[in-house]
């Protein structure tokens, strides 16, 4: 079975340029989360979505950060306007609900800098 | 809300040595723990979880994590650690009651060394 895909793997961008990350949870699943992972920070939830309906954006940090679900299949977060403390490596995951338990699906991650 | 302590960032072990990695969670009511790996290079790696019933939890590569509710503890081990376990471990927590997400701790890093 295919796991949770992210694209692109890599992205070097400059500051300032707008940066979209992309996600295709596993199907089946109901529940897709975003991480940030940094040294500084570790592992961060930016924001997790049930059913294509986000739940809670709390974790993410700044206006310039956004994410949607426009279908069961797919995720995007986007970053505009790009700054270096942006980079990171930013994690999709999926699970087959939000019930507490069920195990969470992590992707390759996509590794961002920014310069 | 809750939180995953993991006071170990960084651990170095020769290979046969033992392993314990410590994870302390905060919540006063009933919890699901996990026990993730991040190879180098890699994503997450789901290692072990708990959620009810015996406390010693055994894991995939010969890890294991006992629950020990008195001291809100689920700490990691493995009696003989290999070259191949150096890798980042991330204790994790969910609340066992409504729909919510894992909570994770900050990671502890773990270089084996020959």
């Known amino acids: 079975d295919a796991g949770v895909i992210q694209s692109p793997r890599h992205e070097v961008t400059e500051m300032g340029q707008e940066v979209t990350l992309r996600c295709k949870p596993i199907s089946g699943h109901n529940s897709l989360f975003w991480y940030r992972q940094t040294m500084m920070r570790g592992l961060e939830l930016l924001i997790y979505?049930?059913?294509?309906?986000?739940?809670?954006d709390s974790g993410m940090p700044e206006d310039r950060f956004s994410a949607k679900m426009p279908n069961a299949s797919f995720s995007t977060l986007k970053i505009q306007p790009s700054e270096p403390r942006d980079s990171a490596v930013y994690f999709c995951a999926s699970s087959p609900t939000l019930i507490s338990g069920n195990t969470i699906y992590f992707g390759e991650g996509s590794w961002l800098t920014v310069v | 809300a809750q939180s995953v302590s993991q006071h170990n960032h960084h651990v170095i072990l020769s290979e046969a040595a033992s392993l314990e990695l410590g994870c302390n969670y905060s919540?006063?009511?009933?919890?699901?723990l996990f026990w993730y790996v991040q190879y180098p290079g890699q994503h997450l790696q789901l290692l072990l979880k708990?959620?009810?019933?015996?406390?010693l939890v055994k894991g995939i590569k010969g890890f294991e994590a006992e629950f020990i509710k008195s001291k809100f503890s689920f700490n990691l081990r493995k009696p003989s650690v290999q070259w191949s376990d150096t890798a980042e471990y991330f204790c994790a927590v969910t609340v066992n009651s409504g729909n919510t997400p894992l909570v994770f701790g900050k990671g502890t890093r773990l270089s084996v060394i020959a």
């Open positions: 979505f049930n059913n294509n309906v986000p739940i809670d």
């Open positions: 708990y959620f009810s019933g015996d406390p």
């Open positions: 919540y006063g009511g009933t919890v699901n």
